[in-house]
Nanobody, 126 residues
Framework: VQLQAFGGGLVQAGGYLRLSCAAS????????MGWFRQAPGKERDFVAA???????YYSDSVKGRFTISRENAKNTVYLQMNSLKPEDTAVYYC?????????????????????WGQGTLVTVSS
């Protein structure tokens, strides 16, 4: 299984970016997908996830600003990030879960995801 994330970059506060993550090596539509981020000197944190059925979950810090979606025909998951803040600066990682279905607790835990992409850097300037 391979995941490749891209779309990161430098943006001013209040701006937007869309991250993409292309997956290969397994039947994409059967599994959940998640986005996590790791800021310098901090632990990796949950950002958003989407189940195989399309249910979505967000961390409190991004809810209302970020939107996760998936396009099964393209084996791709997206993270639309609006109203970006300097505290959103981090390396963003996509991951695919062990199962397609679960509750919020399941999708917010990094241990749920056996496969990870390489990360893409998002920098938000003030």
């Amino acid at each position: 299984v391979q995941l490749q994330a891209f779309g990161g970059g430098l943006v001013q506060a209040g701006g937007y970016l869309r991250l993409s993550c292309a997956a290969s090596g397994r039947t994409f539509s059967r599994y959940g997908m998640g986005w996590f981020r790791q800021a310098p000197g901090k632990e990796r944190d949950f950002v958003a996830a989407i189940s195989s059925g399309g249910s979505t979950y967000y961390s409190d810090s991004v809810k209302g600003r970020f939107t996760i979606s998936r396009e099964n025909a393209k084996n791709t998951v997206y993270l639309q990030m609006n109203s970006l803040k300097p505290e959103d600066t981090a390396v963003y990682y996509c991951a695919t879960s062990r199962s397609g279905y679960g509750n919020r607790s399941y999708f917010t835990e990094s241990i749920t995801y056996p496969y990870w992409g390489q990360g893409t850097l998002v920098t938000v300037s003030s």
